[in-house]
């Protein structure tokens, strides 16, 4: 029997907790943030932590997925590129709006983190459908989270 899954499993457990880690360390919910007004239907803090520990485990999984399908070392590198591309702007995001106070650039820049969810999903569904199917709560996630990020800049804005 092949263990070729561990190392894919290894590493993208890795990677997911490196994101994870370096997102909540960025993330401060002290005094700025807990100024800023809320819409009612807002989740309660706690939900957060539960839904990315969530999406990082199910983007692991389509990472590990993805990784199994695809037969080149050349795409492989493509697709780890992507995830790279996609952790950077996780965090970025995070840096945005709780470190530098800026929801309104958050605003923008979730924008380029939706759409690099959505093109994993689409390089992914190429060679695993259920790699891609896998990633539909990230999207899912960030489009609320999106939706969220608006509704404080409308609520809270100008910032700066």
């Known amino acids: 029997m092949s263990r070729a899954w561990i190392f894919p499993i290894v590493i993208a457990g890795l990677l997911a907790v490196m994101v994870a880690v370096l997102g909540a360390t960025i993330t ?7 100024s800023l007004i809320q819409p009612r239907w807002a989740p309660p803090d706690i939900v957060y932590g539960v839904a990315w520990t969530a999406i990082y485990s199910v983007t692991a999984l389509a990472g590990v997925t993805a990784w ?6 050349r795409e492989r590198e493509w697709l ?23 929801p309104d650039w958050a605003l923008i820049e979730v924008v380029g983190l939706w759409l690099s969810v959505a093109a994993l999903m689409v ?38």
């Open 68 to 73: 199994l399908a695809t037969p080149s070392s």
């Open 80 to 102: 780890l590129g992507m995830f790279a591309l996609n952790g950077f702007l996780n965090i970025l995001w995070s840096l945005l709006f709780f470190r530098l106070h800026r």
């Open 123 to 160: 390089v992914i569904w190429r060679r695993s459908m259920t790699g891609a199917v896998l990633l539909v709560p990230y999207l899912m996630w960030v489009t609320f989270a999106g939706y969220l990020n608006m509704t404080i800049v409308r609520l809270n804005g100008p910032f700066g």
């Open 28 to 34: 401060d919910i002290g005094p700025w943030y807990r």
